[in-house]
């Protein structure tokens, strides 16, 4: 062996593993925190999806039905605030999606809720409801114009351990403002009042800023 050979070995290596570093740090700013523009549609009774993913569950809800599931304190908790009845739809996030999360309707910021929890695997269901509820969690209250609430969830994963949101209490959103980002993928959950109607199904996939996920009622 050459005298130098192992100074050449450990020199390949080390540039190996410099290259290696920054194509993982170039893959994270430019893929995974992309934030492509959005056509965001102009129906002012519709609910756009907030996040980009798989519709993980549509979900009728209602205080009375939910008191016997074993995770009802939770739901009921995020849901209280919004109606005494609605809709919620679940969508899953992997690592492949947007992790930016988008306001899906016109309206003023009330309150957030930053929930403490675990880090399991959100892509491994346990319940009926699509969302880890054990997970550590952000609850993003919003009211339209016209007196309607909904909220946003943000659901933290097993590599999902930042959840971050961009709004202050009284801040007015547009139908598609971001509105915060999730690192690596997880779930987002949007909780709709009863006067709603859901427009996707389990197992379809849906665009932030762009897809009608659900719309208001008529008389």
């Known amino acids: 062996m050459e005298k130098n050979q192992p100074k050449k070995i450990l020199k390949k290596l080390f540039i190996g593993f410099a290259i290696a570093v920054a194509a993982m740090l170039a893959y994270y700013q430019f893929w995974f925190l992309r934030l492509p523009e959005r056509s965001i549609p102009t129906d002012t009774s519709a609910f756009i999806s907030p996040a980009n993913g798989k519709v993980a569950a549509v979900l009728h809800w209602t205080a009375d039905?939910?008191?016997w599931e074993k995770d009802a304190g939770v739901v009921q908790v995020m849901t209280s605030d919004v109606d005494s009845s609605g809709w919620l739809i679940a969508i899953e996030m992997d690592v492949t999606n947007v992790h930016y999360q988008r306001?899906?309707?016109?309206?003023?910021?009330?309150?957030?809720?930053?929930?403490?929890?675990?880090?399991?695997?959100?892509?491994?269901?346990?319940?009926?409801?699509?969302?880890?509820?054990?997970?550590?969690?952000?609850?993003?209250?919003?009211?339209?114009?016209?007196?309607?609430r909904y909220k946003?969830?943000?659901?933290?994963?097993?590599?999902?351990?930042?959840?971050?949101?961009?709004?202050?209490?009284?801040?007015?959103?547009?139908?598609?403002?971001?509105?915060?980002?999730?690192?690596?993928?997880?779930?987002?959950?949007l909780i709709l009042p009863e006067n709603t109607v859901p427009m996707v199904v389990p197992g379809q996939v849906v665009t932030d800023g762009e897809t009608i996920i659900a719309k208001q009622k008529t008389e």
């Open 65 to 67: 039905s939910l008191a």
């Open 103 to 148: 306001a899906p309707m016109a309206g003023r910021f009330l309150q957030k809720n930053y929930v403490k929890g675990s880090f399991n695997n959100a892509l491994i269901q346990t319940n009926r409801f699509g969302l880890r509820l054990e997970n550590e969690r952000n609850d993003l209250l919003f009211e339209t114009e016209n007196g309607v």
């Open 152 to 189: 946003v969830v943000q659901v933290a994963g097993l590599l999902a351990r930042r959840i971050e949101d961009f709004m202050e209490p009284g801040q007015t959103v547009a139908a598609g403002d971001v509105i915060g980002l999730i690192k690596l993928g997880s779930q987002v959950g």
